[in-house]
């Protein structure tokens, strides 16, 4: 380009424009070193959208051409103004392809395959457009006799001029084509925004028109201004008089003023929507989505089966949490409609949350389905196994490590009671109505647990033999007093039935005890008395073992970890505890 600009100087300058020329030519042949860079990711996603339309751009003027048919000639009638229609709408890619190759770098090798291929079917598209728009060959006619001059007519009078106007030269006629063929492209954008207008006046919800197809006419409009400025450039150097310049003129003042109505509707729409995909409008965006993950999550179908109380605690809160998840995406609602990556995130935190929420609605109404039945068969099973237990007696029932037996009510059976009570109040969460009849169900079986365990208590009370009554020393009385004394530290509330004690004698036992880094020693001795107490209304007899420390005590020093050389011991502690047994 710069070569053929100098030699047009050269020309026209003489010596000096072809010295120009030369060196002109030197400059231009002397490559320039530069190192092709890597496209970016916007470069690329530019690339790949150029791509596209070159592939649009090939296929419409593909059909222009076969719309044509063959040859050079210009189509006849419809034929032809098809052909145009279509070539106009293939030059729409044009435009944003032009667009697209200035935000590229020229070097890099896929954008010169890329324009390599832009320029050929530009080139096709200008020739068809230029045997579209040329005039039908004519046959000669024979030229008419000239009139005579009349005495009334003066000699010198002008010729009329040729209707259209005068004939221009051959650079004026080029240039005029150069003109057209840009209004011929605008009237292609300036159609296309038409049918974008329509769209937009036509929508219901202006929010939902795709903010692409927005940015895709702004840049139309861009494109369609720079080719009216060329052709008004051009038109402005033509005679005003000159054939067909006129109607070009006033198609350039039409297609502005379908370009500025088309610019005045879509300017606030665009300005809308930018605002609308825009992530900084958004504070909220990573704590609303992180919100709705975590909602998502309690909908775990798994607690159904292992966690029935967690699962109550859910379907309580579903309402709640759907109300919620409804509330944020309703604040992305005109955001979401536009489709962009961060749309597609938040939705598809919803959709999570939806997939869950369905899932674990669906596994809940199946449990539902059987649990009544499942709720009947517990409660039967409990009542049996309250049974078992009162008709046994067994006392070694309820010792779960004596003999590996279930302890039934403090084990067995208050277990299988909270199965059911879990049972029970998560079916009232799921249906209130239908598992009313369960609750009271329940409610009673508690009761009958409460029942068989009193009867149960009673009969191990009566079957309970009470340990022998040996000691009668003087100080009975006085030792009584203290057992019953020392009870009432343990239970103020406790009634006192009778009181045993089983030694005949009093015993004597020294005991270490660590004090001060010191152990001393400490006589004790004790009748071991026994007693009955009655508790509460259910009168369960409890028989425990007392110690009565003596008035007197002894107190020998020897140091920490050090063997004592002897201590009185009256009975060894195995004798003292066989006259001890609980129950």
């Known amino acids: 380009m710069i070569a053929r600009n100098v030699i047009r100087l050269g020309l026209c300058r003489g010596r000096a424009g072809i010295v120009a020329v030369l060196v002109g030519l030197l400059v231009a042949a002397v490559p320039t070193v530069v190192e092709a860079r890597e496209l970016d990711a916007r470069q690329k996603l530019l690339l790949a959208d150029a791509a596209s339309h070159q592939t649009r751009f090939q296929s419409n003027l593909k059909l222009a051409l076969e719309t044509a048919g063959p040859g050079e000639g210009v189509p006849a009638g419809s034929k032809a103004r098809l052909a145009m229609a279509r070539l106009q709408t293939a030059m729409q890619s044009a435009a944003t392809l032009e667009a697209r190759f200035k935000d590229l770098p020229a070097d890099d090798a896929q954008v010169k395959q890329l324009k390599a291929r832009f320029d050929a079917t530009l080139a096709d598209s200008q020739k068809l457009e230029a045997r579209l728009t040329a005039k039908p060959e004519t046959t000669d006619q024979p030229e008419s006799p000239k009139k005579p001059e009349t005495a009334n007519q003066p000699a010198d009078q002008p010729a009329t001029p040729a209707p259209g106007g005068v004939k221009l030269d051959y650079r004026q006629e080029e240039a005029f084509k150069g003109a057209t063929y840009n209004l011929s492209q605008v009237e292609g954008y300036a159609n296309a925004l038409d049918e974008l207008g329509a769209k937009i006046n036509n929508a219901a919800d202006k929010t939902a028109i795709d903010f692409r197809s927005v940015v895709q006419g702004m840049n139309t409009i861009t494109e369609a201004r720079r080719k009216l400025g060329f052709a008004n450039d051009t038109l402005a150097q033509l005679p005003a008089n000159g054939r067909g310049v006129a109607e070009a003129v006033e198609k350039h003042k039409s297609l502005t003023a379908r370009i500025d109505a088309t610019e005045k509707a879509l300017t606030p729409l665009n300005k809308q929507l930018q605002g609308t995909i825009d992530i900084n409008n958004y504070p909220e965006f990573g704590d609303d989505r992180k919100r709705l993950n975590e909602l998502a999550q309690m909908f775990n179908t798994t607690i159904i089966q292992s966690n029935k109380p967690a699962a109550g ?240 005590h002894h107190r020998q020093r020897r140091p920490v970890g050090g063997q004592p050389p002897g201590e009185p011991v009256d009975r060894p502690r195995e004798q003292r505890q066989a006259h001890r047994h609980k129950l």
């Open 313 to 552: 605690e859910v379907v309580k809160q579903a309402d709640a949490a759907r109300d919620e998840r409804n509330r944020i995406m309703t604040k992305y609602a005109d955001f979401l409609k536009q489709e962009t990556e961060a749309g597609k995130q938040i939705a598809g935190s919803a959709n999570h949350f939806d997939s869950n929420f369905k899932a674990f609605a669906d596994a809940v109404g199946k449990w539902a389905q059987s649990a009544p039945q499942e709720i009947e068969a517990d409660i039967k099973q409990v009542t049996e196994m309250a049974a078992t237990a009162v008709a046994d007696q067994k006392p070694a029932w309820f010792n779960a490590v004596a003999d590996q037996k279930p302890a039934w009510f403090n084990g067995g059976i208050p277990q299988r009671v909270t199965f059911v009570e879990e049972k029970v109040n998560l079916y009232a969460a799921v249906d209130p109505a239908a598992a009313k009849p369960y609750i009271e169900k329940f409610e009673t079986l508690r009761g009958q647990i409460k029942q068989e365990q009193a009867k149960l208590s009673e009969g191990i009370i009566a079957a309970n033999e009470l340990p022998p009554d040996r000691y009668r020393g003087e100080d009975r009385a006085a030792l009584e007093e203290m057992a019953i004394q020392q009870w009432k530290t343990v239970e103020p509330n406790a009634q006192v039935l009778k009181i045993c004690i089983p030694g005949a004698e009093w015993d004597r036992e020294s005991k270490w005890r660590l004090e001060n880094a010191t152990q001393n020693l400490h006589p004790r001795r004790g009748v071991g008395p026994r007693k009955q107490v009655a508790a509460g209304k259910c009168h369960v007899v409890q028989d425990r073992p007392l110690e009565i420390a003596g008035a007197a």
